[in-house]
Every structure is written in structure tokens, then in C-alpha cells.
């Protein structure tokens, strides 16, 4: 189960950048306007949908200056109380894209045919690092080696 979660954090390092900007414009862009419209449609005691849907209108036109306008005339209760909904329903769909890019098993994305088997350069007590016969990146068998040689290839041919 380790493996899954470190491959998704590796694979969506860049989504969670993106993540946080796309959340910090829809709080700017949509909630504060939605939140300082329903603040002054319900400024007279009750929900006055006119006044909701003019104000919102206008506010969203310009997202920055509505975004002050909601903490000058009293409305950062509402902001913040809607910006919790949001950020729960966009954590939400977040959170099943990044599960739904864990590795489906702990081999997934490793090249096959690779040197990933050995630690910390100990296939170079028997391979060689510069020349030979390739057998992957950074993996030759010497030519000039005394003793055993040989080459065990372990895979499948497919034909379609």
C-alpha cells in the first residue's frame, strides 16, 4: 500500500500546484461574488432574489473589488462558510483523481529490462558501466570478462 501512495504524490507533484491556484481563482472568481450577493440580498431580513441576482451579476465582472467589498460591508462569514462548502466538494473530486492515479501494482512504471533489481551499484560486480554487450541503460556485459558470461533473457514474444 506504500507504493501507491508515493507513486501518486510522484506522478501529481505538478497537480497540486495546479490544485491550489485553480482553488484560489474559483475562491476569488466565484465564491466572493456569490457571497457578497447573497450578504446584500439578505440585507432587509429576507432573501431578496432581484437584489441577489443584479449584485452578483455586477459583482462578478470584477472578482478583485467584489473581494474587498466582502470583508468592507460584513460578509466574511458568509465568504468563509461557502468557500468551506466548495473546498469540500473540490477536495472531494481531488482526492478520487489522485487515488485514481496510484500505481496499480508495485511494478508499475518501471522499465522492463531495467537494472531497478540491485542496490546501490552491486550489478557492477558483475556488469560493466561503459562498455560490452548492451543489456539496459547503464548495463553492459563485458566482453573481456574470465568465467561465466552467460545471458539468461527472461520475457515473452507476442504475436498478433
Avoid: C
Avoid at 439578505?42 to 473589488?65: A, H
Amino acid at each position: 500500500m506504500h507504493y501507491k501512495i508515493e507513486g501518486a504524490i510522484r506522478k501529481n507533484r505538478k497537480n497540486f500546484i495546479v490544485f491550489a491556484i485553480l482553488w484560489i481563482f474559483i475562491a476569488i472568481v466565484f465564491v466572493s461574488p456569490y457571497a457578497y450577493s447573497y450578504h446584500m440580498a439578505g440585507l432587509e431580513g429576507k432573501m431578496n432574489l432581484e437584489v441577489f441576482v443584479n449584485t452578483f451579476g455586477s459583482s462578478i465582472m470584477s472578482p478583485l473589488k467584489t473581494f474587498g467589498n466582502v470583508f468592507a460591508q460584513g460578509a466574511g462569514e458568509t465568504f468563509f462558510s461557502s468557500l468551506l462548502v466548495v473546498t469540500i466538494f473540490y477536495s472531494v473530486f481531488f482526492f478520487i483523481g489522485f487515488v485514481r492515479t496510484a500505481p496499480k501494482n508495485e511494478y508499475t512504471d518501471i522499465e522492463h529490462g531495467s537494472s531497478d533489481w540491485s542496490q546501490r551499484g552491486e550489478q557492477y560486480q558483475i556488469l560493466d558501466r561503459n562498455k560490452g554487450i548492451i543489456l539496459a541503460e547503464d548495463n553492459y556485459l563485458p566482453v573481456d570478462k574470465r568465467g561465466n558470461v552467460n545471458v539468461l533473457v527472461v520475457g515473452r514474444i507476442r504475436f498478433w
